[in-house]
């Protein structure tokens, strides 16, 4: 960064690094002071309109279209100079986050009776107040705590947020697992001359940590990595209604169970702790048949309390142990393994299928071939980050699907990409 001795251009301080945007100017989208209203005023009819839409109804994806809207909004007050600032200095935002976990600043504040001085956070963890004030200013510029008066703090919806464990290990996944790979990604890259490489060994992660390990073994090493790994994967809905809240299961799935309450309904297949599995228990508690949940052993060992779920320790890539069940639901598991690996994973729950009566339940992002919401698009590079995967279009799913003997006969996305693709055998 260009020193520059304090000198002051138009009105705006340069000393350091502030060269101009830093303090609000919007180089490009302001000119001699003058907005160009035209622009922005289309943009404010736009939010209006679709978040009254968003209000009429709720949809989720009027409430898509209504972020998006505001989000463009954002970007145009901005202008494109300041635009660059904000997303090049972007990560600061999320390390400080991941800072204010450490300090137990978020549930400090979220168990105060009222506000909490400087000097009592930083009390906490006996943390320098300097470095203290400096996380907070970051924390009350994107509202993750307030500042209630001068070195005086207080809690926001996003500081109450922040003491939910599945956002707690969110942050802890993909900081501390995975921010280090990013800042290697593109070196990666440039070394492979942007080709694919496939293989769950073979990718970013790897080159940037020196392994040859999975991620998957290195996480199983230590307890505390593998707690951290399933809160995230229980919380990694988001906002986002489950499935069974917006499929029709009852119509799809439970009035075609022709079996007896003795025969297998449904197998959640590396279903992790089984938190899908009471989600679709609490939802259709009338639905007949036995349920299984299985995954690795030290998975299932931990499962939630009172899963009204047989549990079977299982390794995807051998033959599956239920046959015939009515349905073979998978949440999150393919997008974890390459094309080629996903192929194998497959094969072993086409054999455990009964044709014209066996289902696959697939739970994955679906991308669009246009304009792809943030969330996938970001999500999908977070799969090659941790796992040299990828997230997959509807004509890439039907194509691995077919391949495999499947016919995929329905795809519901819900409006941000994540949905579900029902598959059967192919007659």
Known sequence: MTQSNGTHTNGTQTNGATNGSANGTANGSYKNGTHKHDHVDSLVDKVNQSVGTFQDGHAEKDR???LKAAQELVRALHGPKDNVYHLVYSPTQAMCVRIGIDLEIFSTLSKASGPVTLQELAAVKNASPLITERVLRILAGIEYVAEHDVHVYSATRMTHQMTDRFSIAMVKFIYDFGMPTVAKIPEFLRTHEYKFIEGSTSGPWQYATNSEESLWDWIAKSEERLDITHSFME??????????EWFPVQEQLIDTFTGSDEDVFLVDVAGGRGHDIRTFREKFPQARGRFVLEDLEHVIEQSVDGLQAEKIAFDL??????QGARVYYMKFILHDWSDSDSLKILQQVR????????????????????????LSAMW???MMVFLNSLERSEG???????????????????????????????Q
Not at 236 to 242: E, I, K, N, Y
């Open 64 to 66: 898509l279209a209504a």
């Open 235 to 244: 919380g990694d809905r988001g906002s986002r209604p489950p499935w069974v």
């Open 317 to 322: 890539f051998k033959p599956q142990p239920i």
């Open 351 to 374: 054999e455990a299928m009964k044709p014209g009566y066996s289902v696959l339940v697939i739970e994955e992002f679906i991308l669009p071939q246009k304009d792809c919401p943030m």
């Open 380 to 382: 999908d590079w977070e």
């Open 396 to 426: 890439h799913w039907r194509r691995l699907l077919d391949e495999t003997g499947f016919e995929a006969k329905c795809f519901y996305p819900p409006g941000d990409g994540q949905g579900i693709i029902m598959a059967e055998l192919k």
